[in-house]
C-alpha cells in the first residue's frame, strides 16, 4: 500500500505562481515514477507531469510545458509542481500519482487531490 497526500491548493489570480506537494508513504520500494495529474469540473483527469523515481524522463502535458516544473526529494518522500503563470484553464483538482511495479504486477495509487482555482 502507498499512501499520497497533495497539499499547497488555493485560489489564485492569474499570473501567480503555486506549489503543490505530495507526501508519500507506505511501501515505497517499488514505486516506479509518480506524477500529477488534475480533473476539471466535468471534464476526464488528465497528466500534468509524471517522472520516475530516479528523477528521470519527465515529461509534461502539452498545456503546461514551459510553465510547471516537477521535481522530487527522495529524501523525504516528497513529489512537488512548481506552476508558474497560472491560467485560468489550470483550475482543477490536481491529484498525486504513484506506479508501483512489481513484474508481472501494476498498481495505480492516488491522493485525494488538492484543488487550484485560477480566476482572471
Known amino acids: 500500500q502507498v499512501r499520497l497526500v497533495e497539499s499547497g491548493g488555493g485560489s489564485v489570480q492569474a499570473g501567480a505562481s503555486l506549489v503543490l506537494s505530495c507526501a508519500a508513504s507506505?511501501?515505497?520500494?517499488?514505486?516506479?515514477?509518480m506524477g500529477w495529474y488534475r480533473q476539471p469540473t466535468g471534464k476526464e483527469r488528465e497528466l500534468v507531469a509524471r517522472?520516475?523515481?530516479?528523477?528521470?524522463?519527465?515529461h509534461y502535458g502539452e498545456s503546461v510545458k514551459g510553465r510547471f516544473t516537477i521535481s522530487r526529494d527522495n529524501s523525504k518522500n516528497l513529489l512537488y509542481l512548481q506552476m508558474n503563470n497560472l491560467k485560468p484553464e489550470d483550475t482543477a483538482v490536481y491529484f498525486c500519482?504513484?506506479?508501483?511495479?512489481?513484474?508481472?504486477?501494476?498498481?495505480?495509487?492516488w491522493g485525494n487531490g488538492t484543488l487550484v482555482t485560477v480566476s482572471s
Open positions: 507506505g511501501s515505497l520500494y517499488n514505486v516506479n515514477s
Open positions: 500519482n504513484a506506479e508501483w511495479l512489481y513484474p508481472p504486477d501494476r498498481e495505480d495509487y
Open positions: 517522472m520516475t523515481v530516479g528523477g528521470l524522463s519527465p
